[in-house]
Protein backbone atom coordinates (compact mmCIF):
# COMPACT_ATOMS: atom_id res chain seq x y z
CA UNK A 1 0.00 0.00 0.00
CA UNK A 2 1.22 3.49 -0.83
CA UNK A 3 -0.63 5.54 1.72
CA UNK A 4 -1.58 8.42 1.59
CA UNK A 5 0.43 10.46 -1.19
CA UNK A 6 0.36 14.11 -2.27
CA UNK A 7 0.97 16.08 -5.06
CA UNK A 8 2.83 18.37 -5.81
CA UNK A 9 5.33 18.14 -2.93
CA UNK A 10 6.23 21.63 -4.04
CA UNK A 11 4.26 24.44 -5.97
CA UNK A 12 5.11 28.47 -5.85
CA UNK A 13 1.85 30.77 -6.86
CA UNK A 14 1.54 34.38 -7.23
CA UNK A 15 -1.53 35.91 -5.16
CA UNK A 16 -4.29 35.55 -7.23
CA UNK A 17 -3.86 32.47 -8.59
CA UNK A 18 -5.88 29.27 -8.37
CA UNK A 19 -4.51 25.69 -7.64
CA UNK A 20 -5.57 22.03 -6.61
CA UNK A 21 -3.70 20.15 -4.19
CA UNK A 22 -4.32 16.37 -4.57
CA UNK A 23 -4.59 13.76 -2.21
CA UNK A 24 -5.05 10.30 -2.57
CA UNK A 25 -5.10 6.74 -0.12
CA UNK A 26 -5.63 3.57 -0.77
CA UNK A 27 -6.53 1.96 2.22
CA UNK A 28 -10.23 2.62 1.80
CA UNK A 29 -10.77 4.47 4.67
CA UNK A 30 -13.72 6.27 5.28
CA UNK A 31 -12.42 10.01 6.77
CA UNK A 32 -10.04 12.32 5.48
CA UNK A 33 -9.04 15.64 6.57
CA UNK A 34 -6.66 19.02 4.98
CA UNK A 35 -4.80 20.40 7.64
CA UNK A 36 -2.25 23.53 7.25
CA UNK A 37 1.17 24.26 9.67
CA UNK A 38 2.41 27.45 9.56
CA UNK A 39 6.26 27.65 10.66
CA UNK A 40 6.71 27.14 14.41
CA UNK A 41 3.18 25.92 14.91
CA UNK A 42 0.89 23.40 15.32
CA UNK A 43 -1.83 22.16 12.57
CA UNK A 44 -5.02 23.64 12.04
CA UNK A 45 -7.68 21.82 10.59
CA UNK A 46 -8.96 23.16 6.95
CA UNK A 47 -11.98 20.71 5.65
CA UNK A 48 -12.71 17.06 5.94
CA UNK A 49 -14.68 14.61 4.86
CA UNK A 50 -16.76 11.28 6.39
CA UNK A 51 -17.07 9.84 3.23
CA UNK A 52 -17.64 9.93 -0.60
CA UNK A 53 -20.14 13.32 -1.13
CA UNK A 54 -19.89 14.56 2.61
CA UNK A 55 -17.38 17.09 3.47
CA UNK A 56 -17.79 19.53 6.44
CA UNK A 57 -15.45 22.59 7.30
CA UNK A 58 -12.90 22.71 10.00
CA UNK A 59 -11.39 25.54 12.12
CA UNK A 60 -9.83 27.55 8.65
CA UNK A 61 -12.01 26.98 5.75
CA UNK A 62 -12.01 30.27 4.42
CA UNK A 63 -10.06 30.31 0.77
CA UNK A 64 -10.77 26.82 0.18
CA UNK A 65 -12.76 24.28 -0.82
CA UNK A 66 -13.06 20.66 -1.14
CA UNK A 67 -14.88 17.82 -2.55
CA UNK A 68 -14.86 14.35 -2.21
CA UNK A 69 -16.44 12.00 -5.38
CA UNK A 70 -14.38 9.20 -4.22
CA UNK A 71 -13.50 7.31 -1.27
CA UNK A 72 -10.30 7.39 -2.50
CA UNK A 73 -9.22 11.15 -3.59
CA UNK A 74 -10.27 14.15 -1.31
CA UNK A 75 -8.54 17.38 -3.29
CA UNK A 76 -8.15 20.84 -2.16
CA UNK A 77 -8.43 23.82 -3.38
CA UNK A 78 -7.19 27.21 -3.83
CA UNK A 79 -9.17 29.33 -5.11
CA UNK A 80 -7.53 33.10 -5.37
CA UNK A 81 -4.25 32.25 -3.47
CA UNK A 82 -3.02 34.99 -0.84
CA UNK A 83 0.39 35.00 1.02
CA UNK A 84 -1.60 34.56 3.87
CA UNK A 85 -1.77 30.85 2.66
CA UNK A 86 1.78 29.79 2.58
CA UNK A 87 2.09 27.25 4.79
CA UNK A 88 2.67 23.60 4.81
CA UNK A 89 -0.47 21.08 3.71
CA UNK A 90 -1.19 17.87 5.07
CA UNK A 91 -3.71 15.47 4.14
CA UNK A 92 -4.76 12.47 6.27
CA UNK A 93 -7.27 9.74 6.57
CA UNK A 94 -8.57 7.66 8.80
CA UNK A 95 -11.60 4.81 9.40
CA UNK A 96 -13.60 4.62 12.38
CA UNK A 97 -12.26 2.29 14.96
CA UNK A 98 -15.36 0.29 15.79
CA UNK A 99 -13.36 -1.31 18.90
CA UNK A 100 -9.96 -0.82 17.11
CA UNK A 101 -6.76 1.12 17.36
CA UNK A 102 -8.35 4.81 15.59
CA UNK A 103 -4.99 6.05 13.48
CA UNK A 104 -4.85 8.66 11.40
CA UNK A 105 -2.50 8.55 8.69
CA UNK A 106 -0.65 11.31 6.87
CA UNK A 107 0.54 11.97 3.90
CA UNK A 108 3.94 13.10 3.33
CA UNK A 109 3.17 17.45 2.74
CA UNK A 110 2.92 20.10 -0.05
CA UNK A 111 4.78 22.97 0.81
CA UNK A 112 3.48 26.05 -0.63
CA UNK A 113 4.31 29.52 -1.25
CA UNK A 114 2.34 32.32 -2.26
CA UNK A 115 4.30 35.20 -3.54
CA UNK B 1 -14.31 18.50 21.32
CA UNK B 2 -12.29 18.97 24.43
CA UNK B 3 -9.72 21.04 24.42
CA UNK B 4 -6.20 20.32 25.66
CA UNK B 5 -3.16 22.21 27.41
CA UNK B 6 0.53 21.24 26.85
CA UNK B 7 3.12 22.54 28.19
CA UNK B 8 5.04 24.32 24.37
CA UNK B 9 8.84 23.01 24.94
CA UNK B 10 10.32 20.77 27.28
CA UNK B 11 14.59 19.72 27.12
CA UNK B 12 16.31 16.30 28.12
CA UNK B 13 19.34 14.75 27.64
CA UNK B 14 20.13 11.12 26.38
CA UNK B 15 19.14 7.93 28.19
CA UNK B 16 16.14 10.16 30.42
CA UNK B 17 12.43 9.20 30.68
CA UNK B 18 10.58 12.60 29.43
CA UNK B 19 7.21 12.50 30.39
CA UNK B 20 4.83 14.67 28.83
CA UNK B 21 1.53 16.34 30.65
CA UNK B 22 -1.42 17.02 28.81
CA UNK B 23 -4.58 18.92 30.15
CA UNK B 24 -8.30 18.06 29.05
CA UNK B 25 -10.33 18.73 31.68
CA UNK B 26 -13.89 18.90 29.77
CA UNK B 27 -13.71 15.60 28.31
CA UNK B 28 -16.17 13.34 27.47
CA UNK B 29 -17.05 9.92 28.19
CA UNK B 30 -16.61 8.74 25.38
CA UNK B 31 -13.69 10.52 24.35
CA UNK B 32 -10.30 8.50 23.86
CA UNK B 33 -6.79 9.83 24.41
CA UNK B 34 -4.19 9.97 21.06
CA UNK B 35 -0.33 11.13 20.99
CA UNK B 36 1.12 11.79 17.79
CA UNK B 37 4.96 12.42 17.07
CA UNK B 38 5.93 15.01 14.15
CA UNK B 39 9.23 15.58 12.79
CA UNK B 40 10.25 18.46 10.92
CA UNK B 41 9.25 18.24 7.38
CA UNK B 42 6.87 15.38 7.89
CA UNK B 43 3.62 14.38 9.17
CA UNK B 44 2.63 13.37 12.24
CA UNK B 45 2.46 9.73 12.96
CA UNK B 46 0.61 7.82 15.83
CA UNK B 47 2.01 7.01 19.04
CA UNK B 48 -0.14 5.45 21.56
CA UNK B 49 -4.02 5.35 22.45
CA UNK B 50 -5.79 4.76 25.12
CA UNK B 51 -9.23 5.50 27.60
CA UNK B 52 -8.41 4.48 31.10
CA UNK B 53 -5.48 3.83 33.67
CA UNK B 54 -1.99 2.77 31.74
CA UNK B 55 -1.31 1.39 27.96
CA UNK B 56 1.98 0.32 27.27
CA UNK B 57 3.76 -0.17 23.58
CA UNK B 58 6.74 -0.39 22.09
CA UNK B 59 8.24 2.96 22.07
CA UNK B 60 6.18 4.63 25.24
CA UNK B 61 3.69 4.70 27.54
CA UNK B 62 0.57 6.65 28.35
CA UNK B 63 -0.62 7.01 31.79
CA UNK B 64 -4.46 8.24 32.64
CA UNK B 65 -5.61 9.59 36.43
CA UNK B 66 -9.09 7.84 37.35
CA UNK B 67 -10.79 11.12 36.59
CA UNK B 68 -9.22 11.38 33.07
CA UNK B 69 -8.73 15.28 32.89
CA UNK B 70 -5.25 14.89 32.56
CA UNK B 71 -2.75 11.96 30.63
CA UNK B 72 0.77 11.43 30.41
CA UNK B 73 3.05 10.47 27.80
CA UNK B 74 6.07 8.56 29.29
CA UNK B 75 9.24 8.25 26.68
CA UNK B 76 11.58 5.88 28.32
CA UNK B 77 15.55 6.18 27.60
CA UNK B 78 15.20 9.04 25.05
CA UNK B 79 18.01 9.52 22.14
CA UNK B 80 18.92 12.30 20.05
CA UNK B 81 16.09 10.93 17.32
CA UNK B 82 13.21 11.57 19.64
CA UNK B 83 13.44 15.20 19.20
CA UNK B 84 10.34 15.84 17.66
CA UNK B 85 6.90 17.75 18.73
CA UNK B 86 4.65 15.61 20.84
CA UNK B 87 0.78 16.49 20.11
CA UNK B 88 -2.26 14.83 22.58
CA UNK B 89 -5.66 14.68 21.04
CA UNK B 90 -8.97 14.14 22.29
CA UNK B 91 -12.26 12.64 20.86
CA UNK B 92 -14.36 9.69 19.90
CA UNK B 93 -13.04 7.51 18.37
CA UNK B 94 -15.69 5.69 16.88
CA UNK B 95 -17.39 8.56 14.74
CA UNK B 96 -16.82 11.67 13.55
CA UNK B 97 -13.81 13.08 11.08
CA UNK B 98 -12.95 16.09 13.00
CA UNK B 99 -9.45 16.20 14.80
CA UNK B 100 -8.54 18.70 15.88
CA UNK B 101 -4.60 19.35 16.81
CA UNK B 102 -3.23 21.69 20.25
CA UNK B 103 0.02 23.49 19.79
CA UNK B 104 2.41 20.22 20.68
CA UNK B 105 4.81 19.97 22.94
CA UNK B 106 8.69 20.81 21.16
CA UNK B 107 10.80 18.30 22.66
CA UNK B 108 14.68 18.35 22.69
CA UNK B 109 16.97 15.86 23.54
CA UNK B 110 20.53 16.86 24.01
CA UNK B 111 23.83 14.86 24.00
Known amino acids: NAGVTQTPKFQVLKTGQSMTLQCAQD?????MSWYRQDPGMGLRLIHYSVGAGITDQGEVPNGYNVSRSTTEDFPLRLLSAAPSQTSVYFC??????????????FGPGTRLTVL | LAKTTQPISMDSYEGQEVNITCSHNNIATNDYITWYQQFPSQGPRFIIQ???TKVTNEVASLFIPADRKSSTLSLPRVSLSDTAVYYC????????????FGQGTELSVKP
Open chain 2, 89 to 100: LVGDRNQGGKLI
Open chain 1, 92 to 105: ASRTPSRGGRDEQF
Open chain 2, 50 to 52: GYK
Open chain 1, 27 to 31: MNHEY
